[in-house]
């Protein structure tokens, strides 16, 4: 059982890599994907509770670039949809993407 009720956390929005825009920042806190897809992911740095910071697109916006344990790494859309972050409501924007 989980309990949620603690008010000095910041407020925590749930939502994908996908959503992010570039230079918005989020904790990894879970991939839905097969075991092999996601062992390499958590190979190449995403770990749950890791941040992740969204940067450049191909034209068309597929694939993206995503900034994790300080390597750029380039995911499709199809993927990055099944990796879910928690964004905190006041995240700064990573100047360096």
Same mark, same amino acid.
């Given at each position: 059982?989980?309990?949620?009720g ?5 407020e925590?929005l ?6 992010? +825009?570039?230079g918005?920042?989020? %904790?990894?806190? $879970?991939i839905?994907?097969p075991?092999d897809d996601?062992? @390499? ?9 890791t ?6 697109s ?5 694939p993206?670039?995503? +900034?994790?344990?300080g390597?750029? %790494?380039?995911l $499709?859309?199809?993927?990055a949809?099944?990796?879910?972050? @928690?964004?905190?409501k ?5 100047p360096?993407?």
């Amino acid at each position: 059982m989980q309990l949620s009720g603690n008010c000095s956390q910041p407020e925590v929005l749930s939502a994908t890599l996908v959503d992010l +825009r570039r230079g918005d920042a989020a %904790i990894l806190d $879970r991939i839905d994907l097969p075991v092999d897809d996601a062992r @390499r992911l958590m190979e190449l740095g995403f770990l749950p509770g890791t941040r992740v910071t969204a940067g450049l697109s191909a034209p068309g916006g597929d694939p993206r670039v995503f +900034r994790v344990d300080g390597s750029e %790494i380039a995911l $499709r859309r199809e993927t990055a949809r099944r990796l879910k972050v @928690r964004i905190e409501k006041a995240s700064k924007r990573d100047p360096r993407v």
